[in-house]
């Protein structure tokens, strides 16, 4: 029989079980070590993403991002419980990670209607229980993604609720032992999605055809999903941010995207590109945009250095020059999980009202994806380049590998 398979199945979602199952046990360990550093005893986690970091526990990812149907509730000392979807207990049966697996409570009114508050005090009676055994600090919780009645039943308990944003980003951002691992087969598929979808631009295909091959090669390769819709072509390349639309791509026509794809092991493949479409030469406004574009991302990159605190880094990054900074990128640079994470650094001119007031300083091990976005402001074509990296003891190291386009200046 005839194969008709893009190529051998798992070929780049290969990391060993073990090495998997090492780097879900040392994400726990981390998330556990910051409810203990922010003094809380329990964190109940609804984002499926962040639910996924400290377990390893995936089910109808996309789903529970917007319905909170399922929770996981991680003691700073004590055993783990997820609370599943109903039906999906056996899911995460295997995982050495979580220690028990109940049916999630539907705290959803959309699920329950009129008995919507009797499934809220069964909620808060298993926080209760857990806290008793377990609340090293005691009626001390953080929540996030949830409903409005799950924070204001916790309060009307007696619980001190704070958002568990904040110590469960903190975790993410230092990447463990063995992490990096799967982001590279997470970065290795999404490139090799790319370059299909690349040797298939030609003039006359729109925009969403050309990005639905990026999706095909993904889930093909045991990929997930791509979080947003950003491939645009010619004029509609600025302003950045725009969506796929059913534009008819033309021979001469920059075509920029932005992976934003959740590949292996959850873990999200973020750098941008931008391409010449046809055969002709690039014509010098478009080796001008791309010129300026890569100036920044690697004036930005070679900034990078473990120590260097966030202020610093704005101040230091690349000047925009004036006609492209209406038209910037919404940040210098921002962390890169299982999406997009802590820090989100805020370019100097932006720093007043959303940079960080502390002190703050580049790690080794955080993974950060450097952003450039050239656009004039009058309109006409933008460029928009980004790479994800990896910060070292001595500065930084390219995750992504992804040649540039050579008609245009790569």
């Keep these: 029989m005839t194969s008709h398979s893009l190529f051998e199945p798992h070929s780049f979602c290969n990391v060993p079980g073990a090495i998997v199952a090492d780097v879900e046990a040392l994400r726990l360990r981390r998330v556990r070590d910051q409810l203990i550093s922010h003094r809380l005893s329990v964190a ?126 903190k975790a993410k951002c230092i990447k463990v032992a063995g992490e990096v691992d799967l982001i590279k087969a997470s970065l290795r598929l999404t490139e090799t999605a790319v370059q299909f979808m690349e040797d298939r631009l030609v003039p006359g295909i729109t925009e969403a055809e050309l990005w639905s091959h990026l999706h095909r090669v993904l889930i093909a390769g045991g990929g997930e999903y791509i979080e947003t819709r950003l491939l645009t072509s010619g004029p509609h390349t600025n302003p950045w941010l725009q969506e796929t639309s059913e534009r008819v791509i033309q021979a001469g026509d920059l075509v920029a995207f932005d992976t934003d794809a959740v590949g292996c092991y959850g873990y999200y493949s973020d750098f941008s590109r931008t391409f010449l479409c046809g055969d002709g030469a690039a014509s010098p406004q478009q080796r001008d945009l791309y010129r300026l574009a890569r100036e920044q991302l690697e004036f930005n990159f070679e900034l990078l250095r473990p120590g260097l605190s ?90 992504s590998i992804y040649r540039y386009d050579e008609r245009l200046g790569g």
């Excluded at 899911?91 to 999630?104: F, G, K, M, N, S």
């Excluded at 999980?337 to 009202?353: C, L, N, Q, R």
């Design 44 to 169: 109940i986690l609804f984002d499926p993403i962040n639910i996924r970091y400290a377990s390893g526990a995936r089910n109808m990812q996309v789903y529970s991002a917007r319905n909170p149907a399922r929770y996981l509730v991680v003691p700073a000392s004590g055993p783990v419980i997820l609370y599943e979807y109903r039906s999906c207990e056996t899911l995460a049966a295997h995982l050495r990670t979580i220690d028990e697996i109940r049916p999630a409570h539907a705290v959803m009114p959309l699920h329950t209607g009129s008995k919507h508050a009797s499934f809220l005090r069964s909620f808060v009676a298993d926080i209760e229980e857990i806290t008793a055994k377990h609340g090293v600090f005691g009626r001390t919780v953080a929540v996030e993604a949830t409903t409005t009645g799950v924070v204001q039943s916790l309060i009307d308990a007696g619980f001190t609720v704070s958002d568990a944003q904040i110590p469960i980003e």
């Design 310 to 399: 966030f202020r610093e880094f704005a101040e230091k990054a690349w000047p925009i020059p004036a006609r492209f900074q209406k038209n910037r990128y919404l940040s210098v640079l921002h962390g890169c999980g299982m999406t997009g994470e802590y820090p989100i650094v805020a370019h100097k001119m932006d720093w007043e009202s959303v940079g960080h007031d502390d002190d703050s300083v580049f790690e080794p091990g955080m993974s950060i994806c450097v952003e450039s976005f050239i656009g004039d402001d009058a309109g006409g074509e933008g460029v928009k380049l980004e790479e994800q990296v990896i910060v070292t003891e001595t500065g930084a190291q390219r995750l």
